[in-house]
């Protein structure tokens, strides 16, 4: 089973929001869950405690596609909003695949 691994030197910037069923539910809607994505739970550090938050992971067996531009947008918005380093989720998707994603171009 993949999950989210530790890889020395590197990190993932997070958000940690505390959610409603209402909130998960249209997350699992708009995530693909339960068939894109399944749902783990982690231990994250916040504000110097370890809690428990739930992240969703691709499903083994789909194929690695690049994300549309929507998608994208939206996740660099959000990145944005956070005041995380943008480059990182370029990298990120740069790193994914062996051609130019049309959407990460500047």
């Known amino acids: 089973m993949a999950t989210i691994e530790p890889f020395k030197g590197e990190s993932v910037p997070v958000l940690v929001w505390d959610i409603t069923p209402a909130d998960e539910a249209a997350l699992d809607r708009y995530e693909g ?3 894109l994505y ?3 739970t982690i231990k994250v550090r ?3 405690k370890t809690v428990q938050a739930m992240v969703y992971i691709m499903n083994e067996g789909r194929p690695l596609g690049q994300p549309s531009c929507y998608y994208y947008r939206t996740i660099l918005d959000g990145y944005k909003s956070a005041g995380f380093d943008v480059e990182i989720l370029r990298k990120a998707v740069a790193d994914s695949f062996e051609e130019d994603n049309e ?3 500047p």
Do not use: D, H, V
Request: include cysteine.
């Open 103 to 105: 959407c990460t171009k």
């Open 38 to 40: 399944r749902k783990e």
């Open 33 to 35: 869950w339960p068939f």
């Open 46 to 48: 916040l504000n110097g």
